[in-house]
T-cell receptor
Framework: DTGVSQDPRHKITKRGQNVTFRCDPISEHNRLYWYRQTLGQGPEFLTYFQNEAQLEKSRLLSDRFSAERPKGSFSTLEIQRTEQGDSAMYLC????????????FGAGTRLSVL | DAKTTQPTSMDCAEGRAANLPCNHSTISGNEYVYWYRQIHSQGPQYIIHGLKNNETNEMASLIITEDRKSSTLILPHATLRDTAVYYCIVRPLYNFNKFYFGSGTKLNVKP
């Protein structure tokens, strides 16, 4: 257990529905990351927060995706109007922001869009 | 960002050393090498990182060639629980933002 919690662990939804995932980082970590991982591939970067500010977004993050980190604590990732191609593992990581910047990952939320 | 090349899969006998290679021939002087692993259905787990010198911790050793174009992760006494996908990642010194994971090496530790 790295100390990064993600909820839910699994989500099954129908195409067109909205879903929201939550990530609770390690408490003293000021940086928070979201990644997406499809079967057989390594995780791909989606977006990154430093405290409450969203500083970078990948081109993978379409307009249907939105992430927030109010008050620089937990973060949510929302996907609107889900598509079958959104089926993946969504991983959250946090780090302290020092030079070595070791990212600690949660167990992920597995999304299945039917 | 420098890219990495790793073998798709490797086998190792339980109790023997597992040596996982990574090629990063385009690495620049201010880029770190990180290794993570991912056991099935879990998030990636940090193993070790280095810049120029060889590094060792309780999990593994990292050997970086003098020209820094390749590195080897060594698990000294592999166990069945070390079966996982191992990712070699190169990260710029002052870019904290993201890791590029690639496809990694699937290490199969066999009894």
């Amino acid at each position: 257990d790295t100390g990064v919690s993600q909820d839910p662990r699994h989500k099954i939804t129908k195409r067109g529905q909205n879903v929201t995932f939550r990530c609770d980082p390690i408490s003293e970590h000021n940086r928070l990351y979201w990644y997406r991982q499809t079967l057989g591939q390594g995780p791909e970067f989606l977006t990154y927060f430093q405290n409450e500010a969203q500083l970078e977004k990948s081109r993978l993050l379409s307009d249907r995706f939105s992430a927030e980190r109010p008050k620089g604590s937990f973060s949510t990732l929302e996907i609107q109007r889900t598509e079958q191609g959104d089926s993946a593992m969504y991983l959250c990581a946090s780090s302290f922001g020092e030079v070595k910047n070791i990212q600690y990952f949660g167990a992920g939320t597995r999304l299945s869009v039917l | 960002d420098a890219k990495t090349t790793q073998p798709t899969s490797m086998d190792c006998a339980e109790g023997r050393a597992a040596n996982l290679p990574c090629n990063h021939s385009t690495i620049s002087g201010n880029e770190y090498v990180y290794w993570y692993r991912q056991i099935h259905s879990q998030g990636p787990q940090y193993i070790i990182h280095g810049l120029k010198n060889n590094e060792t911790n309780e999990m593994a050793s990292l050997i970086i060639t003098e020209d820094r174009k390749s590195s080897t992760l060594i698990l000294p006494h592999a166990t069945l629980r070390d079966t996982a996908v191992y990712y070699c990642i190169v990260r710029p010194l002052y870019n904290f933002n993201k890791f590029y994971f690639g496809s990694g090496t699937k290490l199969n530790v066999k009894p």
